[in-house]
């Protein structure tokens, strides 16, 4: 046999570990697709069906980022993201009608992030500033000392 069978086992048991993440993700922007077309639709029937849809949101993400380890920084990014998008998606709903408020779980009340390191792209954009802002002020401080140098060259 060419693949060792423990090797292939050990494989597969990432890809199924990954799986189960992308099926946790996938769930949750289901939901989040059926809370956008009961916002977007002008119908106040569904509106019922928007808690249970927040519900299972909720319970999907809590479950997802308690088990996140704290090193799993795409996954946890990932959760984040929905998250962000969630709470975008509840503010547009209380905008349409304010009344929808008791329909909408709030997750930044109930989130069990704050043990966690955060990764997103902002932490990333901020390196980027951070790092340009110190490439400048190296450039300019290696042209001052340039500069004077020069100056005690040309005086000699």
Do not use: W
């Not at 086992?9 to 570990?17: C, P, S």
């Amino acid at each position: 046999m060419c693949i060792d069978n423990d090797e292939l086992k050990t494989a597969l048991g990432h890809i199924e570990h990954d799986h189960k993440r992308m099926k946790i993700l996938d769930r949750l922007y289901q939901s989040y697709c059926e809370m956008h077309e009961i916002i977007i639709s002008t119908s106040e029937e569904n509106i019922e069906k928007y808690l249970v849809y927040t519900t299972d949101c909720f319970n999907e993400y809590r479950g997802a980022i308690s088990t996140v380890p704290i090193n799993d920084k795409y996954f946890h990014s990932a959760l984040t993201n929905f998250k962000k998008a969630y709470e975008e998606l509840a503010d547009r709903a209380l905008i349409k009608n304010t009344s929808h408020e008791e329909y909408i779980e709030k997750m930044a009340e109930y989130s069990i992030t704050s043990d966690m390191i955060l990764y997103s792209m902002e932490n990333d954009s901020n390196k980027i500033m951070l790092i340009s802002i110190f490439s400048s002020v190296l450039a300019v401080v290696l042209i001052l000392i340039y500069f004077y140098m020069v100056k005690i060259i040309l005086i000699r």
